[in-house]
């Protein structure tokens, strides 16, 4: 039997623009290149804006030429983008035959439920959280109004699916405490622990990039990787780095990705920090590890109950300690391997950063600490195979036969 009859055929679908360098996209993106790693084929339907990446199959919806910028959360346009996808899907599914359909976000799962159905085939719901939370927290939804109806409209999304998997125990927790009673398996994030490592860079190397970005060669430095935007806590962390740099004038503060970044380049100007704080903007993600060597601490000032928190893998896998707010998400990742400060109280996020800046072995051992977590735990080889079981438990028989390189069925499930 050739490779092709032992592998899966697995359609995913992603409405967003993939491929942009922020969480939801490098958790589709690992996912596809775990698969296909042990001989699965992964045909990915998406928006028609995005990056491509070599080596993944991409069918992208139709040209919406008005529509070029990344989508970055909830947006009216979804509305229409998400009708060509659908149709995108159709065309996919037809030609393919896929053996499952995985679909990430909510809509995915409503593109992906008739066609599931139309086909035959089971479908995955890759819920990396709430739709309606999503929507107050990017101030697309504001409490009232037309909440009730979207909440209403999530629920029975939820209900679609053969089997949710969840990006995080505390994303099960919540599902279920609204009342959910369907089919709930975590597949918790995960990092390269073979790209992300304390020496991603030479010395060399890292001392031409500080002084690239303008950082003096002695200043410690604090990292931040991801959306600059409210409910990620951009604003809050500038208010805390303010804090920090009256007590410690020559550190450095790297605030990376994107959008925004000029309204938080003008938030910094008036916070009077702007000469101690860099913004280099969206960081492509193949270059994620060389920028995050720069760190001396990372932080996580994320404000979302609802959603996992995927940067924290990266900071781990670096060997950076960190600081983040004490959120359900980041305690079940970073367990007691992190300095919290309570949610939303910017002093005490500045007071965690500056007493992990003054005590360096402090902050060493706490990296130490979190590269062996990740290490140990976290890496993508191992996520896989809690992948590959969370399908097994969906897939006729026959199916569940190809799940291993070797054709071996599994016959159980990881909850881990």
């Excluded at 990740?374 to 097994?392: E, F, G, I, M």
Aim: with cysteine.
């Amino acid at each position: 039997m050739d490779r092709a009859a032992r592998s899966l055929k697995i359609l995913m679908i992603a409405p967003t623009s993939f491929f942009a360098d922020y969480g939801c996209h490098v958790r589709i993106l690992e996912e596809i290149n775990a698969l296909s790693a042990r001989g699965h084929r992964v045909t990915l339907a998406t928006y028609h804006n995005g990056s491509d990446l070599p080596g993944i199959d991409i069918r992208r919806s139709v040209d919406v030429p008005w529509r070029k910028r990344v989508i970055v959360g909830s947006s009216r346009h979804k509305l229409y983008l998400d009708a060509v996808l659908s149709a995108t899907c159709l065309r996919a599914g037809l030609r393919l035959r896929p053996d499952l359909i995985h679909a990430h976000l909510h809509e995915g799962a409503l593109i992906g439920a008739p066609l599931a159905r139309l086909l035959r085939r089971p479908l995955l719901f890759d819920y990396q959280g709430s739709l309606t939370e999503e929507m107050l927290d990017h101030r697309f939804l504001r409490p009232g109004g037309l909440l009730p109806a979207v909440r209403r409209l999530e629920r029975q999304i939820d209900r679609l699916p053969d089997l949710i998997v969840t990006s995080s125990v505390n994303a099960e927790r919540r599902l279920r405490e609204r009342g959910f009673r369907g089919r709930i398996q975590p597949v918790l994030d995960a990092v390269d622990t073979s790209r992300f490592t304390p020496d991603a860079l030479a010395p060399e190397e890292k001392l031409v990039l500080r002084r690239a970005l303008g950082i003096a060669d002695s200043s410690p430095v604090v990292v931040y990787l991801g959306l600059l935007a409210p409910y990620q806590g951009t604003d809050l962390l500038l208010e805390a780095a303010r804090a920090v740099l009256e007590e410690i004038p020559h550190a450095q503060f790297l605030v990376m990705g994107f959008p925004g970044v000029e309204r938080y380049q003008a938030l910094a100007q008036q916070l009077d920090i702007a000469d101690r704080v860099r913004f280099p903007g969206r960081i492509p993600y193949r270059e994620a590890q060389r920028y995050l060597a720069l760190g001396d601490i990372a932080v996580a000032p994320k404000m979302s109950l609802t959603e996992g928190n995927g940067k924290l893998y990266n900071y781990m896998a670096m060997g950076l300690p960190i600081v983040a707010f004490d959120a359900p998400a980041n305690r079940e990742i970073l367990g007691n391997f992190a300095a919290y400060a309570p949610l939303g109280d910017a002093a005490a996020f500045a007071r965690q950063l500056t007493g992990l800046l003054a005590r360096p072995a402090l902050a060493s051992e706490l990296g130490a600490a979190v590269r062996a977590e990740a290490v140990r735990h976290l890496s993508w080889q191992a996520r896989v195979d809690d992948l590959l079981a969370a399908y097994a438990t969906i897939l006729p028989a026959p199916k569940r036969a190809l799940l291993t390189p070797l054709g071996g069925a599994l016959s159980g499930h990881s909850t881990d």
